[in-house]
């Protein structure tokens, strides 16, 4: 069946450190692809997503590009920030009506 | 500003109890969905809705139901409350079926089943 598999947390950055978040997906059509971020004791938001191979989905300096012949969705930024403290999720859908969303990877960003 | 709430944030049932967790968006969103996060398996479907008076089941559907009458709630009952239905709970909804759709996340409800 469909699935997104992320790469397992936590991890530990310096600010200002180049940030990469793996995901891979699994899929039998041609679903879009999601980054959602969660901040403690909060829902989950909408980061960036793409909707179609080769688009690239960009925001708050977060990048991720849809490459269907390596089936992943990987998260990148070129300098975290303290505040991007938190947990991102990587999802896809719909297939069958559902969403699929990966375990999710915790970010820490220390001075 | 639209939004969608839960309530309560926070639930301690025993075994057995039926349970009712609230799920409220004054987005004016057509879908609306319930997932609950375990560590281990990040979010799962436990029941989804596209409209008033439809209901559809997720992946994990088993001991939930949901009934949607108008277009602002979504409440998702537990029949009879299990340990292994300890979780959190997100609602969420978006506007149309398409897949491009952003989905709103609530803030979560915490259940803790003894």
């Known amino acids: 069946g469909d699935s997104v598999t992320q790469m397992e947390g936590p991890v530990t950055l310096s600010e200002e450190a180049f940030l990469t978040i793996n995901c891979t997906y699994t899929a039998t059509g041609y679903p879009s692809l999601f980054w959602y971020v969660q901040y403690p004791g909060e829902g989950l938001q909408l980061l960036l997503k793409?909707?179609?191979?080769?688009d690239k989905g960009s925001n708050k300096g977060f990048e991720a590009t849809y490459r269907k012949e390596t089936t992943s969705f990987h998260l990148e930024k070129g300098s975290v920030q303290v505040s991007d403290s938190a947990v991102y999720f990587c999802a896809l859908g719909p297939t069958g009506n559902q969403f699929y969303f990966g375990t999710g990877t915790s970010l820490t960003v220390i001075p | 500003d639209a939004e969608i709430t839960q309530s309560p944030r926070h639930k301690i049932t025993e075994t057995g109890r039926q349970v009712t967790l609230a799920c409220h968006q004054t987005?004016?969103?057509?879908?609306m969905f319930w997932y609950r996060q375990d560590l281990g398996h990040g979010l799962r479907l436990i029941h989804y809705?596209?409209?008033?008076?439809?209901?559809n089941k997720g992946e994990v559907s088993d001991g939930y139901s949901v009934s949607r009458s108008n277009t602002e709630d979504l409440p998702l009952t537990l029949e009879s409350a299990a340990s292994s239905q300890t979780s959190v709970y997100f609602c969420a909804s978006s506007e149309s079926k398409r897949g491009t759709d952003t989905q709103y996340f609530g803030p979560g409800t915490r259940l803790t089943v003894l």
């Open positions: 987005w004016n969103h057509n879908n």
């Open positions: 809705s596209y409209g008033v008076q439809d209901t």
């Open positions: 793409a909707t179609k191979a080769d």
